[in-house]
C-alpha cells in the first residue's frame, strides 16, 4: 500500500500542474542550454546617500596572488590559512579587491582614488567602464583626490595610451606623500622592491607635477570632504572623512587591506605596510573612532560595496557590511 502525505500530495498536485500546462512533450524535452554564458560580470558600481551628497562605489577587479609565508610580517602561515579559512576564504590565495569612491556633493564630483588603470594584473581594469556605466563623464570631473601613491591608487589617473583620463580635473595628493617619493635621493637610496613605485609615481605625475595641489593631512579637501593622516602604509597615506548634513562616513583607504586579517586581526602587519608598526597604531584609531561613532566606513581593499559597520570584538574588530538596499 502507497503511504500518502502531505508531501506526496503536494509534489503530485504541482507534477500534475505542470503535465496540464506544460504538456507531455514538456515533461520529456531535454535541458537545452540555448544562450551562452556571459563570460563576464554585470557593470560593478553602487550608490548611496551621506546626507546631500551622493557617493558612488566603484569596482576596479581583483588581485588574487597565492598565499606565502612572509605576506604578514608577524603571523605564521599556519595562523593566515586559520583566518581565512574561518572566513570561508580559500587558505591558499589572497583575494585584494579594489573600490574606489566618487562623491557627487551637488557642485562638485570629487574621484577619491583612480583604481589600477588595467596595469597591475588581468584580473582589474574595470574602472573606466564602470565609470561609463554610472552615466559619470570623465570630463565632467573637477577633482581627484589621491590618498598615497601605490600604483593601485594613481594609475587610473591616465588612460593605457598615457593621456589623462580626467583632463578637466584639479588633482590634490598628499604633501608628505609627494615629499617623499618625488625625492630623487629617497629614490636612488631604496631598495630594489621600492624603485619601480619611484618610477611609476615619475609616470604618472611628471607631466603634470606644476599644477598638482599638494595639501596638508588634516585639511578639507572638497566642501565636507576632510583629509586624516593615516600614515604607515606609506608615508603620507591618508584617509577621508565625508560630511553632509548630520550624516558622515569615512575611508579608511589602506589603513587596513583584506578585511578578514587585517579587521579581524590588527595587529597584524603586511608586507607592503612601509612602517608596519605605525600602520598598527593608525588602524586601531580608526577603527575604534568608526566602532565608538558607529559610522559607516569604506575600505578600498574590502568586498565590494567595500562599506560597512565596524564594531569591536575580541582583540579586533569586525566588519559588519552595510546593506544592498534602494537608499537613494
Known sequence: MTELNRRTMLSGAALAGAAITLGPIALNAPARASVPAAGKQV???YRYKIGDYEVTALNDGVLNFELKDGFIKN???????????DAFQPADVVRIPFTALAVNTGSKLVLIDT???GRLTPTAGSYMDNLAATGIDPKAVDSVVISHFHPDHIN????????LAFPNAEVQVPAPEWAYW????????????LKGNFNNVRRVF????????????????????TSIAAHGHTPGHCAFAIASGNQSMMTVVDTTNNAYLFVRNPEWQAAFDMDGNMTVETRKRLLNRAAADKMLVAGYHWPFPAAGYITKEGAGYRLNPMAWSSIL
Open 43 to 45: 557593470p560593478g558600481f
Open 75 to 85: 603571523a605564521t602561515l599556519p595562523d593566515i590559512q586559520k583566518a581565512l579559512a
Open 115 to 117: 583604481g589600477t588603470g
Open 156 to 163: 587610473g589617473l591616465r588612460l593605457k595610451d598615457d593621456s
Open 182 to 193: 618625488m625625492d630623487d635621493g629617497k629614490m636612488s637610496s631604496a631598495p630594489d622592491t
Open 206 to 225: 611628471g607631466s603634470i607635477a606644476k599644477d598638482v595641489k599638494q595639501f596638508e593631512p588634516g585639511k578639507e579637501v572638497a566642501p565636507g570632504i
